[in-house]
């Protein structure tokens, strides 16, 4: 990404500033893990949107005033003594050319900054990303920061500007598009890697493993989750990602991972035999599976709801089960699917919007129907990443084969 990119997201934002306001946006820091180790820092996906800066402890101000956007980061100084031991910061040059932000001061100089600005001009609001998935969640940089404006400063308004960032990034630029084509692209080959190693007898890390080996190899730092990599019952188990098991004979392994590629991802599953052959039981299983994968790649386009894709996939695999003799009844799919097909996709593997929303042109969207027969010890999910065009869809991961004779043909090379 250029520094054009943020300047357009900036400028789309700032539109929606009212006047007499400010925007603080706050990169985050790692926390500790334990002692004085951290944890790998990642930046905070709307700053990241924002600024282009992946650094530690920066803060994004902007205030609008007389319909006027005044624009300033904060950024932390050098410290050559600190830079002898894990690196110089970024420089000021660097922030500029990266994020086309010319005001640039120093992290030490920001309470001073908005106290002075507060105390000097009329501002009525402060904008905040006040985003927060659950209660548990660890109070976060700005809503430690709301509390203390609360407190200093009862009069100012706080208002929340994650919903107005979250409608920006629902739809993708050409630039993310093609990031995430390289990020499904590193995931395939990751993929493939751990489908012409593995063998019974493997453990699951150590087909895991090749998966890892083809990020480093590309460059990828971090994946877009954690990979969960689980034969037989385990593949039958949504979120399993322990991958210490042996693999035998006749497993099915269940692969759902992701490369993240200049902080944006692929989500990708892949269901295989760790012996290159399927059972015909499990070719059956499969096939339902991808039927209903299909048939959204199909159907997907602007103005189509989630809703009506979810119950496309939920009739499919449904007449499946009642072929399989799984179930008698409609109202008993929830045995053997109980997650939803789809969520969007972007520089979080679980992306900003909605599923209340229709389908719009610009989007990515995950495609992964799956069934989980525990009895049976299957597992199956087969997953796409879909861009939403202007009249379908296009398969960002089009290039992972997924019919079993394309796979049993694969691994049988």
Not at 63 to 74: A, C, Q, W
């Amino acid at each position: 990404m250029n520094k054009n990119f943020y300047l357009k997201n900036r400028e789309k934002l700032y539109e929606k500033l009212e006047d007499d306001s400010i925007l603080v946006l706050f990169a985050g820091q790692a926390p500790y893990k334990s002692a004085d180790e951290k944890y790998s820092f990642t930046p905070n996906r709307n700053f990241l949107y924002l600024t282009g800066i992946a650094e530690e402890n920066e803060i994004l101000t902007a205030y609008k005033r007389n319909g006027s956007i005044h624009e300033t980061i904060f950024i932390e100084r050098q410290d050559p003594v600190m830079a002898r031991w894990v690196g110089e910061r970024i420089s000021v040059d660097e922030v500029s050319e990266k994020s086309g932000i010319t005001s640039i001061q120093y992290i030490d100089e920001f309470q001073s900054y908005i106290g002075g600005m507060l105390g000097r001009f009329n501002f009525q609001s402060v904008y905040l990303d006040l985003e927060r998935a659950e209660w548990l969640n660890p109070i976060n940089n700005a809503q430690g920061y709301a509390g203390e404006l609360r407190a200093k400063y009862p009069h100012i308004i706080i208002k929340n500007i994650y919903p107005e960032i979250s409608k920006l990034r629902v739809i993708k630029s050409q630039e993310e598009i093609q990031t995430m084509e390289k990020a499904a692209a590193i995931t395939i080959e990751g993929v493939e890697n751990m489908m012409k190693n593995c063998r019974p007898g493997m453990m699951e890390y150590e087909i895991e493993a090749y998966f890892d080996y083809s990020l480093r190899k590309n460059g990828v730092v971090d994946k877009a989750f954690n990979t969960i990599c689980g034969s037989s019952i385990n593949g039958a188990t949504l979120h399993y990602s322990s991958n210490n098991c042996k693999t035998n004979e006749n497993d099915l392994v269940l692969c759902d991972l992701g490369a993240q590629y200049e902080y944006y991802d692929a989500d990708i599953t892949r269901t295989f035999p760790v012996s290159g052959k399927f059972t015909e039981r499990q070719k059956q299983v499969y096939n339902v599976v991808l039927k209903a994968n299909m048939a959204v790649i199909e159907k997907a386009k602007p103005g189509i709801s989630f809703s009506y894709l979810e119950d496309t996939v939920r009739n499919i695999l449904t007449d499946g089960l009642i072929e399989l003799g799984l179930i008698k009844e409609r109202n008993e799919l929830s045995k053997y699917y109980f997650h939803s097909f789809s969520h969007h996709l972007g520089s979080d593997t679980h992306d900003v919007g909605g599923k209340e929303m229709n389908l719009k042109a610009g989007m990515v969207i995950t495609d992964e129907p799956g069934l989980y027969i525990p009895e049976e010890s299957i597992g199956v999910r087969i997953e796409d990443d879909l861009l939403i065009t202007d009249t379908g869809c296009r398969v960002l991961t089009k290039n992972m084969i997924k019919t079993i004779d394309d796979i049993e043909n694969f691994m049988c090379r």
